[in-house]
Structure formats: C-alpha cells, structure tokens
Antibody
Framework: QVQLVESGGGVVQPGRSLRLSCVAS????????IHWVRQAPGKGLEWVAI????????NYADSVKGRFTISRDNSKNTLYLQMNSLRGEDTGVFYC????????????WGQGTLVTVSS | EIVLTQSPGTLSLSPGERATLSCRAS???????LAWYQQKPGQAPRLLIY???TRATGIPERFSCSGSGTDFSLTINRLEPEDFAVYYC?????????FGQGTKLDIK
C-alpha cells in the first residue's frame, strides 16, 4: 500500500539545523512531485516547499526561503528537507505529501513528524 | 498570492443535517485547481475533492462541491458521525499552494 513516512523531527534550539526525511513506498516515487506542508500546534496548514518528480524544479514559501532546502533521491525513494536557522515559528508537524505530475493536487499525505524549536 | 478565506470558523451541527462550508479566494481562481481536505485530530489531512468537484477515491457521494471564480463551497449531506472534523480548501494551481485557515465542523 502507499506509504509516506516522515522522520527526523525533534527538539532543536533556535538558530540550529535539522534535516527531515520522507521515505516513500507502494508507488512509483519518480512519477510524483512531493511537497512539504507544516502545521503549527492548533493551527492550520501551511505549504512549505515543492520539488518536482525529477528534482529539476523547487520552490519555497517566502517564510522559509533561504533557510530551507528541499531535495530528493529517487534511487532511495526519499525526500529531504534541510532546515537551517530555525526559529520558534517553525515549530509544528511537518507532513510530506505527493502530487501526481500534471495533476497537482495532494492525493496522499504522510503522518507527519514534529519539530519543536525551543531553547 | 491567492489568499483563501473559509467561513464559518466553526460550524456546529447534528448528525443527519446538511453542512455547507464556504471558501472565498482573494482573486479569481480556476475551479480546476481547487481542492478540499479533511483532517481529524491527530491525523494527516485526507484529500476529499479536487478540480473543484471530483471526489477522491473512496469519498462518499454525500460530499459535493460547487462554485466558480472566487466563491466555492463544500456541501456534506446527511452528516455522519465520522464527518466531524476540520476542512481545508486549497488552491493548487501554482506556488504558493495556499490553504484556507480551515472550518471546524463539530457535533452540536
């Protein structure tokens, strides 16, 4: 069955870095664009970043541009999010979500990994 | 950037009733790129409807959408206990892939 499993979350001090991973299984990973979406505690969904199926296109929300880097390794069916210069407002659950190339809607989401930025 | 505003913030209804949730865009959007998601506590969001009116796999017929331009709505007929959740609209026509702030549907 389709699975997206995020990992790498945890407690980190402001200004430090963290790398999240999202491992895919049960589908052809390189047919899908992948997004990161985050959700602050008790708040709504905020789109963070996208990477195209082949890694050639990346884009970011203004709130993370210059601090976060999205990447993927199709040979490992894995997506990454390198997060630098973390701030308190980055705290939340980070979800990876897939979107079939040319369809664009987010048809499956992982269960998320919690990132807490606190001193 | 397209800003999506959902209303009401909270909707309190009883099982068996009909729910109508609104999503208003700050500028006209193509209905082809409007989606709705359902999220239950402690769970990931789940795709309900895309292209403004196409139900995702496994979504019951009691969920439907309508609208165009800047005004869209999600209707849930004959509410079931499992329908009480938070609902988000989203524009996925391009970056940024903005979400509405959500409507919480709770049991009256």
């Amino acid at each position: 069955q389709v699975q997206l499993v995020e990992s790498g979350g945890g407690v980190v001090q402001p200004g430090r870095s963290l790398r999240l991973s999202c491992v895919a299984s049960g589908f052809t990973f390189n047919n899908y664009d992948i997004h990161w979406v985050r959700q602050a505690p008790g708040k709504g969904l905020e789109w963070v970043a996208i990477i195209s199926y082949d890694g050639s296109y990346k884009n970011y929300a203004d709130s993370v541009k210059g601090r976060f880097t999205i990447s993927r390794d199709n040979s490992k069916n894995t997506l990454y999010l390198q997060m630098n210069s973390l701030r308190g407002e980055d705290t939340g659950v980070f979800y990876c979500a897939r979107a079939l190339t040319s369809k664009y809607y987010f048809d499956f989401w992982g269960q998320g990994t919690l990132v807490t930025v606190s001193s | 950037e397209i800003v999506l505003t959902q209303s009401p913030g909270t909707l309190s209804l009883s099982p068996g009733e009909r729910a109508t949730l609104s999503c208003r865009a700050s500028q006209s959007v193509s209905s082809s790129y409007l989606a709705w998601y359902q999220q239950k506590p402690g769970q990931a969001p789940r795709l309900l409807i895309y292209g403004s009116s196409t139900r995702a796999t496994g979504i019951p017929e009691r969920f439907s959408c309508s609208g165009s331009g800047t005004d869209f709505s999600l209707t849930i007929n004959r509410l079931e206990p499992e329908d009480f959740a938070v609902y988000y609209c989203q524009h996925y026509g391009g970056s940024p892939y903005s979400f509405g702030q959500g409507t919480k549907l709770d049991i009256k």
